[in-house]
């Protein structure tokens, strides 16, 4: 039986689980966990889904890497989690943003399928109900940096070779490195409008909406701070947590909005659409940017998704934490 279709959903079905936000490659703030693989978190854990948890031996590597070690196949039949080692840092709470590291394994054949080790960086989560799965959320609530927790999850993928639907599971070794300091909004001192630049009013909560000017969009990449920040300067090369929004030039369309999605985007400078990377560097954390993202430093000729060919994006920024 051929097994790379199965192991790619082991993997996507555990990022499902850990709830993961990124930014993709092409500056649009979602990522895709679409996959073959049925995540059931309906269940509570059985017995045997506990015993077969506490069989699994978390080992820590001299790199620094865990492994986890159990007598495959080893399967469950819901979500569950053990916490191994309880850590001695802060204690997280609802909100905060965590930095996990993560290393996950197919309980069919016990083989290492993914993680964020050989990434050589930790990812962000922000532990909300909404931002992550129950398991997850569950799990982290309570416990403290330096915590480290197995989770084990149960789920469906098509078998290549019959189409048959069949049921499997995954498990995952979790550190908790640390809990991050991430603003909730932009805040510092706020600049003067340029004239001839999108006009940008914002509620309440600090979400935006533009006005754009009936003119001929600018040629050239405009990175323009509304409000400035007093935190570190942004480097090329930095991961970023943000929020922002996005429209169309030519008609003032919005087109994605993480202020819509409730939960702030992360994603690395060196991943994005070039007006992104070259508009947010040398900006300061803390501050808010209005960016105005001619086709070429965009997605030139190419439609994406709602947003059209040769099109100049508008976007506002906020720079909630960079890394």
Request: hydrophobic content about 40%; proline content about 5%.
């Amino acid at each position: 039986m051929k097994t790379t279709r199965k192991t790619a959903a082991v993997a996507l079905a555990a990022v499902a689980l850990l709830g993961l936000t990124a930014c993709s490659s092409d500056g649009d703030a979602e990522t895709d966990t679409s996959t073959d693989a049925t995540v059931d978190a309906t269940a509570a854990p059985t017995e045997e889904d506990i015993a077969a948890l506490d069989s699994i031996e978390w080992v820590d590597g001299e790199d620094g890497v865990p492994t986890l070690e159990f007598e495959a196949p080893l399967m469950v039949s819901t979500t569950v989690s053990r916490v191994v080692t309880e850590g001695d840092g802060e204690t997280i709470e609802d909100g905060d943003y965590v930095s996990l590291n993560y290393v996950g394994y197919a309980g069919d054949t016990g083989e290492e399928s993914y993680g964020t080790y050989s990434a050589g960086a930790p990812q962000s989560y922000q532990i909300t109900e909404a931002a992550v799965a129950p398991v997850l959320y569950d799990a982290l609530i309570g416990q403290t940096v330096g915590s480290q927790i197995i989770l084990g999850e149960s789920f469906e993928v098509t078998n290549e070779e019959t189409g048959e639907p069949e049921t499997t599971s995954g498990f995952t070794a979790v550190t908790v490195e640390a809990i991050e300091e991430v603003l909730d909004r932009a805040e510092g001192t706020a600049v003067d409008p340029v004239e001839g630049l999108p006009v940008v009013t914002l509620d309440d909560d600090g979400k935006p909406s533009v006005e754009i000017p009936d003119a001929d969009a600018p040629t050239e990449l405009v990175s323009q701070p509304l409000i400035e920040g007093e935190g570190a300067v942004v480097e090329a090369d930095d991961t970023l947590i943000v929020n922002y929004s996005g429209w169309l030039w030519s008609n003032g369309e919005q087109f994605d909005s993480s202020w819509e999605r409730g939960t702030p985007a992360e994603f690395g400078l060196t991943q994005v659409i070039e007006g992104w990377t070259e508009g947010l560097a040398g900006q300061t954390v803390g501050s808010q940017v209005l960016l105005v993202v001619p086709p070429e430093m965009g997605y030139g000729d190419q439609d994406s998704e709602s947003i059209p060919a040769g099109s100049t994006l508008v976007f506002v920024v906020d720079i909630l934490a960079a890394k």
